[in-house]
Structure formats: C-alpha cells, structure tokens
Nanobody, 124 residues
C-alpha cells in the first residue's frame, strides 16, 4: 500500500505562485511514476504533470505548460508542483497520484494510488 499526502494549497490572487507538495509513504519502491491532477467543480479530472522517480523526463498538460514545474526529492519521497502565474481557471482541487507500471501517462486510469487532494483557489 502507498499513502500520498498533499499540502501547500491555499487562496491566492491571479499572478501569484504556490508550491504544492506530495509526501509518499508505505511501499513507495513499488511506484514508478508520480503525477498531479486537478478537478474543478462540475468538471472532469484533468492531467497536470507527471515525473518518474528515476530519470529526467517530465510531462505537462497543455494548460499549465510553461507555468508549472514538477520536481521530486527522492530522499524525502516527495514530489512538488511549483505553480507560477496562477490564473482563476487554475482553481481546483489538486491530487497527487502514483503509478506502478512506469511511463509518463496523462490518463487518470493509469494511476493506482491517490491522495486526498488540496484546494487551490485563485481569485481575479
């Protein structure tokens, strides 16, 4: 079992920055890729970014490319999402997810473990 706990959400103004963290515990060695997704009320879950525990590849959703950066700290079993130039349309609950299969996928169905989410609200 893998447990994921997100933190760092909050309420900010448009143009501000936030950094989300996701701490993984349990059988983290069974996981290969970590991802961030978000879901706004009444909308489907949307892929934000993904990163493997090993290797330098990253993968971003089109709506955040150039503004968000995903990174990891293997020693802490933690991934981060640095969000810059935030927009009101970034308002959502942000979820951390872990995939045991490997590869960088934007499909939520590929991910096996999920955190409880952290809310990000961006006002104009």
């Amino acid at each position: 079992q893998v447990m994921l706990v997100e933190s760092g959400g909050g309420s900010v103004q448009a143009g501000d920055s936030l950094r989300l963290s996701c701490a993984a515990s349990g059988r983290t060695s069974s996981t290969s890729t970590m991802g961030w997704f978000r879901q706004a009320p009444g909308k489907e879950r949307e892929f934000v970014a993904a990163i493997p525990w090993i290797g330098g590849s990253t993968y971003y959703g089109d709506s955040v490319k150039g503004r968000f950066t995903i990174s990891r700290d293997n020693a802490k079993n933690t991934i981060y999402l640095q969000m810059n130039t935030l927009k009101p349309e970034d308002t959502a609950a942000y979820y951390c997810a872990a995939d045991i299969r490997g590869g960088l996928s934007s499909s939520a169905a590929r991910y096996d473990y999920w955190g409880q989410g952290t809310q990000v609200t961006v006002s104009s």
